[in-house]
T-cell receptor, first 112, second 118 residues
Framework: KNQVEQSPQSLIILEGKNCTLQ??????????LRWYKQDTGRGPVSLTI?????NTKSNGRYTATLDADTKQSSLHITASQLSDSASYIC???????????FGAGTRLFVKA | GAVVSQHPSWVICKSGTSVKIECRSL??????MFWYRQFPKQSLMLMAT?????????EQGVEKDKFLINHASLTLSTLTVTSAHPEDSSFYIC??????????????FGQGTRLTVV
């Protein structure tokens, strides 16, 4: 069964601190993995998209890693800011037929 | 980057009426668009896949006669919630998959539409 599991469900950190969000998946055959940031009441915004051959990809203070062997991905946020408070969603797509599985998301709260 | 625009951003309607939500790709063509529903503190749930010029494909449990989808052009898909009831109140989000090009594997989301049925 194709699944995407994210952890933790929610996270509270102090401004300026780093954090890492996890995503484990069982989607097969794997096509790509994406991380999205979703502010409350807004549509998701793409942070990174990774294919099978990519291990690390950065977008500013966001760095995503992918281990296709263990089917795990992480999103590392450096020097967090209050504006980083949002839900972070891991999305994994399978090849052929637009099969896309959404994770439940991690709700991040950055406090001053 | 690619822009997907949804309209309206929010709408309040009376129970029993119908509401139409538009999803437009502003700077690219999208053969395929997706409609999602999101309840508070939950992840996006795919409702249907909309294909230009053909019938939409609905996910299991989604009533196609209640949620009418029309994808009449390569830049516009509409979702009509017919005979809306309070339990249809939710956040509806569309995404569009560019046809070909370097963004072939990426789908871009609209900003969402908050529907409240009273």
């Amino acid at each position: 069964k194709n699944q995407v599991e994210q952890s933790p469900q929610s996270l509270i950190i102090l401004e300026g601190k780093n954090c890492t969000l996890q995503c484990n998946y069982t989607v097969s055959p794997f096509s790509n993995l994406r991380w999205y940031k979703q502010d409350t009441g807004r549509g998701p915004v793409s942070l990174t998209i990774m294919t099978f051959s990519e291990n690390t990809k950065s977008n500013g203070r966001y760095t995503a890693t992918l281990d296709a062997d263990t089917k795990q991905s992480s999103l590392h946020i450096t020097a967090s800011q209050l504006s980083d408070s949002a839900s972070y969603i891991c999305v994994v797509s399978a090849t052929g037929g637009f099969k896309t599985i959404f994770g439940a998301g991690t709700r991040l709260f950055v406090k001053a | 980057g690619a822009v997907v625009s949804q309209h309206p951003s929010w709408v309040i309607c009376k129970s029993g009426t119908s509401v139409k939500i538009e999803c437009r790709s502003l700077d690219f063509q999208a053969t395929t668009m997706f409609w999602y529903r999101q309840f508070p503190k939950q992840s996006l749930m795919l409702m249907a896949t909309s294909n230009e010029g053909s019938k939409a494909t609905y996910e299991q449990g989604v009533e196609k006669d209640k949620f009418l989808i029309n994808h009449a052009s390569l830049t516009l898909s509409t979702l009509t919630v017919t005979s809306a009831h309070p339990e249809d109140s939710s956040f509806y989000i569309c995404s569009a998959q560019p046809t070909g090009g370097v963004w072939d594997t990426e789908a871009f989301f609209g900003q969402g539409t908050r529907l409240t049925v009273v």
